[in-house]
Structures are given as structure tokens and as C-alpha cells.
């Protein structure tokens, strides 16, 4: 029997319940923070589904910087968030969208608001998971 690669990434690394347990090189490495952002949202795991196709569960880049989206650099972290239409709403809840939590937090807000439809963009990467 072939296991895929995802699930034996997923079981090597436990992911901490507590996001000031992670160091910044877990950050930086997708597989660490893609079991981590699978366990943040193990209650919507379309969440994670969606951080993977949106930004390969990256949040920064290998240079420590937040990363931004290909086709628009408004979008930012794991979770591609639109700062221009999302960052004021977030400061006026006190979220940081740049930090991993703030990213992963204003996320599940906008999907008890919207559903999946702020990242309608990529469905047809999640929508068939």
C-alpha cells in the first residue's frame, strides 16, 4: 500500500496547540506550518485546505518576509488575506493580519461571515479536496 507524502508529513510533526510554541524556522517551513494550520482549523479543515492552494501553507519567505500573493501583492499570509479590502476591519478588531495568528484568526472570521467566498479565486484548487 502507497501512503501519500502529505499524510506521513502530517503525522511526523505535532503540531503545538499553542501558537507561541512555535519558532520562527517552523514558520518558515511549510510541512511544520501545514500541520499546524491543519490542527488551528481540524474544526474547518476547508480552511486548510484553502491556505494550501491559496499559499502552499507559507505565511513568510525563506528571507523572513510576509508572503505576498503572485498576482496580487495585497494578498498576504497563509491564508492570503487582502489587506486592501480587509486590514482596517482587522485593526478595528485588533487582529494583525501580518502575524501567523492574526492571519489564521481574521481568516475564520471571514468564514463565519462569508463562507469560502473571499477565495472564490481558488476553488477550483480546494473546491475538489
Request: glycine letters at 6%.
Amino acid at each position: 500500500m502507497i501512503i501519500p507524502l502529505i499524510f506521513i508529513l502530517a503525522s511526523a510533526f505535532s503540531a503545538p496547540q499553542d501558537i507561541s510554541a512555535l519558532q520562527t524556522e517552523d514558520i518558515k517551513n511549510p510541512e511544520t506550518l501545514g500541520a499546524y494550520v491543519r490542527e488551528y482549523y481540524k474544526e474547518t479543515p476547508v480552511l486548510a485546505n484553502i491556505a494550501w492552494c491559496e499559499s502552499r501553507m507559507r505565511h513568510v519567505g525563506k528571507d523572513g518576509e510576509i508572503f505576498r500573493g503572485v498576482v496580487n501583492d495585497k494578498d498576504i499570509g497563509v491564508m492570503q488575506i487582502n489587506t486592501r479590502f480587509h486590514e482596517a476591519t482587522a485593526t478595528d478588531m485588533g487582529i494583525d493580519l501580518y502575524s501567523l495568528q492574526g492571519n489564521l484568526e481574521y481568516a475564520k472570521y471571514l468564514y463565519e461571515k462569508e463562507g469560502t467566498k473571499p477565495w472564490k479565486a481558488s476553488k477550483s484548487c480546494w473546491g475538489n479536496k
